[in-house]
């Protein structure tokens, strides 16, 4: 049973350009969730989607960023324009019901880094 | 609001040392609270969890118990090992639509 499986591991993107992040959930699991960590710090919310449906964006910025989980296929967290201050690892997470008992299972992120 | 306070770090120790790490909560509802740990480059990997006051989570000799009279979630281990190192999160969850993580607790475990 694979795991939450991110990709890249790894992008490299000059200021201005555009970011793509993509987050295949764990087989069975419908919720999926993104966090950012900045250098030397914890994981921050970012959004929570379930398949078609933004469920909580509270965390996200309010420009530039945007989330979409589609009926088939990844979620994909897209970032435009980005800058330097974008630099960071995403994680995504996922789980199988909106359950505060439920655990969230992370990827092993994407470190972007803004050039 | 919901949040998370743990022990900065970084903390180092000598194999077979004795470790705790303190977690406190604040949060609005009745949380869940985690025990998450990053190694070097990966994702947090689930290390326990207690979702209710006086349960005690266990995981490959860590510990922590629930303490609603504390809002406390402290990580134990009576015997660290040097595969220990890596950054440890604490972090709790009320509604499941989000987790509340702590800023890092970096542990280096010295031969």
């Known amino acids: 049973n694979a795991g939450v499986m991110q990709n890249p591991r790894h992008l490299v993107r000059r200021r201005g350009q555009e970011a793509r992040l993509r987050c295949s959930p764990m087989k069975g699991h419908s919720h999926v969730y993104w966090y950012r960590q900045l250098p030397e710090e914890g994981l921050k919310f970012m959004v929570y989607?379930?398949?078609?449906?933004?469920?909580?964006e509270s965390g996200m910025p309010k420009e530039r960023f945007s989330a979409e989980f589609p009926k088939e296929g990844p979620s994909i967290l897209r970032i435009q324009q980005v800058v330097r201050g974008d630099s960071a690892a995403y994680f995504c997470?996922?789980?199988?019901?909106?359950?505060?008992?439920?655990?969230?299972?992370f990827g092993p992120g994407t470190r972007l880094l803004v050039l | 609001g919901d949040s998370v306070t743990q022990m900065e770090g970084p903390v180092t120790l000598s194999e077979e040392a004795f470790l705790t790490i303190n977690c406190t909560y604040t949060?609005?509802?009745?949380?869940?609270l985690f025990w998450y740990v990053q190694y070097p480059g990966e994702g947090l990997q689930l290390l326990l969890k207690?979702?209710?006051?006086?349960d005690k989570g266990s995981n490959k000799g860590f510990e922590a118990t629930y303490r609603k009279e504390t809002t406390s979630f402290h990580l134990e281990k009576g015997s660290v090992q040097v595969s220990d190192s890596a950054v440890y999160f604490c972090a709790l969850s009320v509604t499941g639509n989000q987790f509340y993580f702590g800023t890092g607790t970096s542990l280096t475990v010295i031969p």
């Open positions: 949060a609005t509802g009745y949380p869940s």
């Open positions: 207690a979702t209710k006051a006086d």
């Open positions: 989607l379930q398949k078609e449906n933004i469920i909580d």
């Open positions: 997470a996922s789980s199988s019901l909106r359950d505060h008992q439920e655990t969230q299972y």
